[in-house]
């Protein structure tokens, strides 16, 4: 499954790289990719964990960047 969220306020890049960088290790995703200039997130992860993967990734954002809202 993909789905693309969105990432209001995010502030900067490199907050971005680091968002991804941690979503991409958690267990079952597949591919992610953070576009800081559209604050979006596009997450691939294997159907039957998707939304237990979109939880921990929601909780993972919150730790880097607790300003960011997680819209899915």
Do not use: R, W, Y
């Not at 693309?4 to 591919?31: E, F, R, S």
């Not at 939304?51 to 899915?72: Q, R, S, Y």
Request: aromatic share 2%; with cysteine; glycine share 2%.
């Amino acid at each position: 499954m993909k789905k693309t969220i969105k990432l209001i306020d995010l502030d900067c890049g490199h907050c971005a790289a680091k968002i991804q960088n941690a979503v991409k290790k958690i267990d079952g995703v597949t591919d992610v990719s953070v576009n800081f200039m559209s604050q979006k997130m596009v997450l691939e992860a294997q159907d039957d964990k998707f939304d237990t993967i979109l939880i921990e990734a929601k909780a993972l954002i919150k730790k880097i960047e607790p300003d960011v809202t997680v819209k899915a």
